[in-house]
């Protein structure tokens, strides 16, 4: 086919076809910010409402924390009373159990002349004066203080036969021991 149209009508018909793409493409972007446009004010409504439903939830659960603020007052004025019991409780001296302790480690044939326990006791160096039948007993008697968790630095003041006290305790030993804190406890 010839092509006999004029060039000034070609360069017409070929304006007009780009003006029908612009036409198309001006039509495609303005959809396309109409729909963007739709798009964001739905996302800022969705927003608005997720905004509105935090704050309603914020007010209740803050209605909430308050009812509940006597009740965390109580708790914590437990918990004071708790810790004070338990450093009490800490510091607690059993006497019976260090009581019931000697006298597991006493030998048969040994006896305590006296014990006299309080809370300065625990810690420092105490003298006890133990009379035995036997030189064997009274040895035992410091090998079993010495062996036991109950007492530290367990040695010999004087070891002595013939009491004033007793015929049937002839032998009078003294022992220095330190009881021992956690003894008590």
């Not at 450093?87 to 001296?93: F, G, I, N, S, Y």
């Not at 030998?107 to 009379?131: C, Q």
């Amino acid at each position: 086919m010839i092509n006999l149209l004029p060039d000034s009508t070609k360069r017409e018909i070929r304006a007009a076809r780009t003006n029908v793409v612009l036409r198309r493409y001006v039509i495609v972007l303005a959809a396309a910010m109409i729909f963007l446009a739709t798009v964001g004010y739905g996302v800022y409504v969705v927003l608005m409402d997720t905004q509105t439903s935090a704050e309603n939830t914020l007010k209740d659960n803050q209605a909430k924390a308050s009812s509940y603020l006597t009740s965390k007052n109580q708790v914590a004025s437990f918990q004071a009373s708790l810790a004070t019991a338990k450093a009490t409780l800490d510091k607690e001296v059993r006497y019976s159990k260090v009581i019931t302790g000697i006298a597991a480690l006493m030998p048969t044939g040994a006896v305590l002349d006296s014990l006299n326990l309080s809370t300065t006791s625990f810690g420092t160096p105490t003298t006890l004066t133990v009379y035995a039948k036997t030189t064997t007993a009274a040895l035992a008697v410091k090998d079993n203080f010495q062996s036991s968790p109950l007492f530290s630095n367990v040695a010999f003041v004087s070891l002595s036969s013939a009491s004033q006290q007793s015929k049937d305790y002839p032998i009078t030993a003294t022992l220095s021991v330190t009881i021992n804190r956690g003894a008590a406890q």
